[in-house]
């Protein structure tokens, strides 16, 4: 057989190899840990964050450079050039500035507010708080890790203990990654959560760090409990060191 025989061969075999993968995943879905196979305590948490900390530091590292791009544009933002110019609309777009003027002040700080990294402090204790350490149910069924919501009908998991009247569900993901994602974008451009990007802005604008404990102050309308939501979040955040992961 020849050298290019024994090419072909080989990428047909690894073609092979790549859609079996496929396939397994579409039918079984991603590949995620039974954390309640794992003794409730110190094993469970190791496993939980051990699983979470890549997710989260994955969807920062994109967000870190799309700010780094960002601040590029905004400095040469008199020259920039038509394949710029809708780089960035199409960036403000998904952070929900459809009508990003790039000649305004305001629309600039309001944009940077938003393209910013979430502290993994902070999003490891919500996941492992709304999710009770991956043990239930909607982030068994459902990828849903962060108690997320939708309000179109079967857009997810119907709530068992749902009140009258009510039409909301639960939201089902494709993946633990599409969660995390999900839930960053909610933080970044959500109303509700303009309290936590005002601290962390202010953060940056200090040369101050921008920790979870700092911004778990902004997430008072994040749960119906709040004040006591975020006092539970601050005492994860302490009591499992997850600080160590902001630096």
Request: hydrophobic share 40%; proline share 4%; aromatic share 12%.
């Amino acid at each position: 057989m020849t050298f290019n025989g024994q090419k072909k061969r080989l990428l047909g075999a690894a073609a092979l190899v790549v859609l079996a993968i496929g396939l397994v995943y579409a039918v079984s879905g991603p590949s995620v840990p039974e954390f309640s196979d794992y003794a409730a305590g110190k094993e469970r948490k190791q496993a939980f964050f051990g699983y979470f900390l890549p997710l989260v530091q994955s969807r920062n590292q994109q967000i870190a450079a799309d700010r780094d791009e960002l601040l590029a544009w905004q400095k040469d933002a008199s020259e920039l050039g038509w394949w710029d110019e809708h780089q960035l609309t199409g960036l403000a777009g998904d952070y929900g500035m459809e009508a990003f003027d790039a000649g305004s002040d305001a629309d600039w700080d309001t944009l940077l507010r938003r393209v910013d990294t979430v502290p993994p402090s902070l999003a490891l204790a919500q996941a492992a708080n709304e999710s009770a350490w991956g043990t239930s149910r909607f982030s068994r069924e459902g990828y849903n890790f962060y108690g997320q919501w939708c309000f179109k009908a079967g857009c997810g998991i119907v709530p068992n203990k749902r009140d009258a009247g009510k039409n909301h569900e639960v939201a089902a993901f494709d993946s633990p990654q599409e969660s995390v994602d999900r839930y960053i974008s909610n933080l970044n451009t959500h109303d509700a959560y303009k309290p936590l990007r005002m601290i962390r802005a202010r953060l940056r604008d200090q040369g101050k760090p921008v920790t979870g404990l700092a911004l778990a102050g902004g997430l008072g309308k994040y749960s119906e409990r709040g004040d006591a939501y975020i006092s539970e979040l601050r005492s994860m955040m302490r009591f499992n060191d997850l600080g160590e992961y902001d630096r």
